[in-house]
């Protein structure tokens, strides 16, 4: 255990917190995502001092998935260390299953067993009674829907979770798992968590709108497209970046000539706003308050104050949606892999 302690100024308005969709829970516009720069076999004083700025710039929101790390559950573990020094109460805490997690035939996708055996073993491994949130972390295309959400619907009336949700579930998906939780008196699915970016705006053809609808809050991730909407790559490829690693996360014709000529252009758009690029790609993900939140990733605690920075100027004019959008019009990128749709 260190000798933190919050910062007592970490609810001063800095940070907003957007309800979710029609239910009580509320988040703040920015929450901390556990995807990369969390595994390991210890934690690390950077994991613990990203975690800490974070909660100090009222970000109150830690979201995981069972196989975060490498190695898989690892990030689990040492959040759970990390979050312990937190007030349990002030933190919203979450976790995913859906996507492989232990070999043989139950351990991914949307089966009764698979989830409910992996909230325990996520517990288990954060050290805590309950989680606040809990997700189907993808689609089974091949499990009834009702199988998975009925376990959703049992991991809370155990008291293992507090709320439910489903990640990259397209519309007319989504648009059934609430009706079924609704047919059933279950759960109510709370808030999907899509890609979503201006690099991927999938969730435009439909999906929006039917959460809003629907009275179910969004949390996107990758908003700044594994850092491409960043100045990162404003001159190339820099050594030990994303791109610049085998991890595979951003792909060649991602980063062409013409790509890079956009991000050019919508980095003199932020500045003009007062904005780096990467504050701007946030704020216009929060530009319609039917997303709630957006997910990052940090590597460095500087990183979570920059990004954080982003929810001071959330509104865009008209002129500048157009620059953006006439911007955007100008390159086709591939398919990704959540597109949804």
Known sequence: MSDYKPDPLRYDGRMPYRRCGRNGIKLP?????????????????NQREMVFTAFDHGITHFDLANNYGPPYGSAEVNAGQILAELPRHEILVSTKAGYDMWPGPYGEWGSR???????????????MPYVDLFYSHRFDPETPLEETLGA??????????????????NTSQTREAVAICKKNNWAPIVIHQPNYSMFNRW???????????????????????????TDKYLKGIPKGSRADSTEG????????????????????????????LAQMALAWVLRDDVVTSALIGASSSSQIIENCK???????????????????????LPPSLWAGE
């Open 29 to 45: 516009a920015i929450t901390l995502g556990f995807w990369h720069h969390f595994g390991g076999d210890r934690v690390t004083e």
């Open 113 to 127: 067993k698979y989830l409910l055996n992996s909230l325990d073993q996520s517990l288990e491994r954060l050290g």
């Open 152 to 169: 959703l619907n049992s991991a809370v009336e155990q008291g293992k979770a507090l709320y439910v949700g489903i990640s990259s579930y």
């Open 203 to 229: 969730i435009e053809k439909g999906l929006q709108e039917e959460a809003k609808q629907l009275g179910v809050g969004m949390i996107a991730f990758c908003p700044l497209y594994q850092g491409l909407l």
């Open 249 to 276: 996360l951003l792909r060649e014709d991602e980063l062409s000539e013409p790509v890079r000529k956009v991000i050019t252009t919508l980095n003199a758009i932020a500045l003009d706003r007062g904005q780096s």
């Open 310 to 332: 982003a929810v001071r100027n959330m509104s865009f004019s008209s002129e500048e949606i157009s620059d953006i959008d006439n911007a955007l019009e100008q390159i086709q």
